[in-house]
């Protein structure tokens, strides 16, 4: 691709930072990184990390700012080839009509949040644990967290039964006590 800007969120910013310059780098690019202004720790400690790994000088960098001042203007940037975002669809949207300036490819992910399928044969025990760890995780803002569950309808009162005493039994409050 050549440059690629890559955009990551604040919800998961060390899981989509590496999910952003592993191919990057594994595709011979070079990598701009802009983490969400929410979480600059998790960018600064893993840019020491490639420090470290002794890539060539410019093949990964990490900028920090403001999406709307630095994403905007890293986006606009005429010498940038892919911007790769993860995200709002407002700020999807935003970033598709700046790249489109300079005809950058643009990859984009926004506001996930698919659906959990529970077939008929499927284990309703483990289809439980499966969506209720999906729910709380990370308080539930992970773009890949089950929204909504779809259950074949011979296992539909089982399984509301099985989530609603699994979620009943769920301590809510400080996670250190």
């Known amino acids: ?12 910013p060390s899981f989509v930072f590496a999910r952003k310059i592993a191919p ?6 070079t990598i701009i990184l802009k983490p969400g202004c ?3 720790n998790n960018a600064h400690e893993f840019s020491k ?6 890539l060539p000088n410019g093949v990964a960098n990490v900028i920090f700012g403001s999406g709307r001042e630095i994403g ?3 986006v606009k940037n005429k010498q940038i080839d892919f911007v790769t975002f993860t995200g709002s669809i407002e700020a999807g949207q935003e970033i598709m009509r700046n790249a489109a300036t300079n005809v950058a490819k643009v990859s984009l992910e926004l506001g996930g949040k698919p ?10 025990e483990e289809a439980v644990t499966y969506v209720i760890k999906s729910r ?3 308080a ?23 989530l609603k005493n699994r979620f009943e039994r769920i301590k809510i409050g400080n996670p250190l006590d």
Request: charged share 25%; aromatic share 6%; with cysteine.
């Open 1 to 12: 691709m050549g440059v690629v800007a890559g955009i990551v969120p604040w919800n998961y």
């Open 24 to 29: 990057a780098l594994l595709t011979g690019d």
């Open 38 to 40: 929410e979480t600059p």
């Open 49 to 54: 990390i490639i420090i470290e790994s002794e």
């Open 72 to 74: 905007n203007s890293l």
């Open 115 to 124: 659906p959990a399928v529970v077939m008929d044969e499927a284990n309703l």
């Open 136 to 138: 709380i995780v990370n």
């Open 140 to 162: 539930g803002q992970i773009c890949n967290d089950v929204e909504r569950v779809y259950v074949h309808e011979r296992g539909k009162e089982k399984f509301e039964n099985l």
